[in-house]
């Protein structure tokens, strides 16, 4: 008898609603805001480090500018979100060529990306919090 691994996270999705799939979605814009807020009080921590010890180091320009980036790649991926919910609406109206396993598949790649930038994120917020307390 041949047997296959299953992918426990692909089979979860497809048994999953459109619905708890566009739920999510939506979860992932409201982090999207979070980190936008987090990222402003970032910027505003390394100010006042920065006007305490009244210098500019090099670590304390790298994080600025990677709040910037950090900002730029929010705003990507929030309109990859909504091009995703857009996908739903499209489908959900029952237009021509489109599947439900697209909806699912481009979902898999937005979770996916969420993944691993929020994984990135936490290391970002180590550096501030080290840079900023002097640890």
Do not use: C
Request: proline share 1%; hydrophobic share 35%; glycine share 6%.
């Amino acid at each position: 008898m041949k047997t296959t691994n299953a992918n426990p996270k692909t089979d979860v999705l497809l048994g999953t609603g459109l619905n708890d799939l566009h739920i999510e979605s939506k979860e992932w814009l409201e982090t999207i805001a979070f980190w936008k807020d987090e990222i402003r009080f970032f910027a505003n921590l390394l100010q006042k480090k920065e006007t305490k010890e009244n210098t500019k180091s090099q670590l304390g320009r790298i994080l600025k500018s990677l709040d910037k980036i950090h900002m730029e790649i929010f705003d990507y991926m929030s309109e990859d979100i909504m091009r995703h919910e857009s996908l739903l609406a499209r489908l959900q109206k029952g237009e021509e060529g489109l599947a439900d396993i697209d909806y699912r598949n481009q979902h898999n790649k937005v979770k996916s990306t969420m993944a691993k930038f929020e994984s990135e994120f936490r290391g970002f917020k180590r550096l501030v919090f080290e840079y900023a307390t002097g640890l």
